[in-house]
């Protein structure tokens, strides 16, 4: 089944979300329950709001995801292989635990040695979201424009930054393009910058919290009973991690064309395959989000990132010249950077874990190749407004403006600035 959103499946997901739940969406579309790695949405993108008479686009300033890839960790794959396979020397798999591991073992073959790598439909994600850039802001691009791009080390992310940038250049060969990949931005591009000892601690202790509970509330005894003989023979920790390595994995097929075909969710019910989600997602809020539970303190590792962002927009703007300042990362850096800009409610702060998932829901926010991108607009006199594009969809920024989506850059770099300067103690 191809995973590419067509007209019909976006219809069917907007009929789920008019039936009012998660729960709802979740079962006609199941792989929105990967979470952060659902493929990026970018069927049917809505229209953008016309600048106001006589401003006209000259920069933009863009932090984006790398695109698809295989599983960071060879674990991923290797544990479920290993689990089952022990299962199988022992003779205790059921025909459909039999089938799994076959299946399981081809997958694991078709990921050796690709640990985190790029794959053919991250490739194609960022040249689509090149060509809509380009399309979208021609003015920006014009003639010999200058395009200054740059990306964490981390391979998958050179990439996308490579196939974002040779599309722009098929798109207009004068562009005068850059590209760099280098440990001397990693203070502000990477995961992990700006930590301080206390963010580090902070992040060790929700993570344990995610994972607790996790092991709290995963119920993986129906799932097990259809893959073992002996469901017995399996202890409670054991069977909860195979269930959860074969949801991640059966969540990240969509973003290989060569797994087209294959489907796992058949193997979880409707409740566990919501269950598996919404604990997924309450780790990726505890772990990069707003949460109480790390003093709310966790965006603020990126505060380096926004300040980049806010000097390189001051810098476009006194240049005069037209262009692009295009940084390619990682999920862990865009979450926080969108907490930090409070781009739409992606900043929520809530101690309610059991009902988050109806207020936030991180497939939404971070799916594989998302991006946030500020367009600068100007006027002959010389005003500068900014619109926010957050997974290319116009979003709401925490300043008040006049004329929205578009808001005065001397009005957001003022919040931003004193939000990332001001001294903060923690007890």
């Known amino acids: 089944m191809r995973r590419f959103f067509n007209s019909t499946i976006a219809a069917a997901l907007a009929l789920a979300a008019l039936a009012g739940t998660p729960q709802d969406e979740l079962s006609a579309w199941p792989w929105r329950t990967a979470t952060n790695h659902h493929v990026y949405e970018d069927c049917n993108l809505p229209a953008l709001t016309p600048a106001p008479a006589g401003y006209e686009a000259f920069h933009i300033n863009h932090y984006g995801r790398h695109g698809s890839r295989w599983l960071t960790s060879a674990s991923g794959y290797l544990r479920p292989v290993a689990q089952l396979e022990r299962a199988q020397h022992a003779g205790l798999l059921t025909e459909q635990g039999v089938r799994l591991l076959k299946t399981l073992q081809v997958i694991k073959a078709a990921a050796e040695k690709r640990n985190g790598e790029l794959s053919d439909v991250g490739a194609e994600q960022h040249q689509r979201i090149a060509t809509r850039m380009y399309r979208n802001f021609p003015e920006v691009f014009a003639g010999n424009a200058r395009v200054d791009a740059r990306s964490t080390i981390v391979i998958r992310c050179i990439l996308s930054m490579q196939n974002a940038t040779m599309t722009l250049r ?164 865009v979450l926080p950077l969108a907490c930090l800009m409070e781009i739409n409610d992606i900043n929520l702060s809530t101690d309610d874990l059991d009902n988050l998932h109806l207020q936030w829901q991180s497939e939404k926010i971070v799916p594989m190749a998302c991006n946030m991108q500020l367009v600068f607009y100007r006027n002959v006199a010389g005003d500068v407004l900014v619109k926010c594009l957050f997974n290319e969809r116009e979003a709401r920024l925490p300043v008040k403006t006049d004329c929205a989506p578009y808001y005065h850059w001397s009005d957001l770099k003022a919040y931003y600035t004193a939000k990332i300067n001001r001294t903060i103690v923690w007890n």
């Open 170 to 333: 098929s798109l207009n060969p004068q562009l005068n393009i850059t590209t760099d990949a280098s440990f001397s931005d990693m203070h502000y591009m990477g995961s992990g910058a700006g930590e301080d000892t206390l963010s580090r601690a902070l992040y060790k202790h929700v993570s344990l919290i995610a994972d607790s509970i996790y092991y709290a509330s995963a119920r993986p005894e129906r799932f097990i009973q259809q893959l073992y003989l002996r469901p017995d023979s399996i202890n409670m920790h054991d069977a909860q991690q195979l269930m959860r390595d074969v949801f991640s994995i059966a969540g990240s097929l969509q973003n290989h064309h060569q797994f087209d075909k294959l489907d796992l969710f058949h193997l979880f019910s409707g409740e566990e395959i919501f269950e598996q989600w919404r604990l997924r997602n309450i780790e990726l809020y505890l772990k990069y989000a707003n949460s109480p539970r790390a003093d709310n303190r966790l965006p603020f590792r990126y505060r380096e990132l926004l300040r980049n962002i806010i000097e390189t927009g001051d810098a476009a703007i006194a240049s005069g010249e037209r262009g692009a300042r295009l940084r390619y990362g990682h999920e862990s850096i």
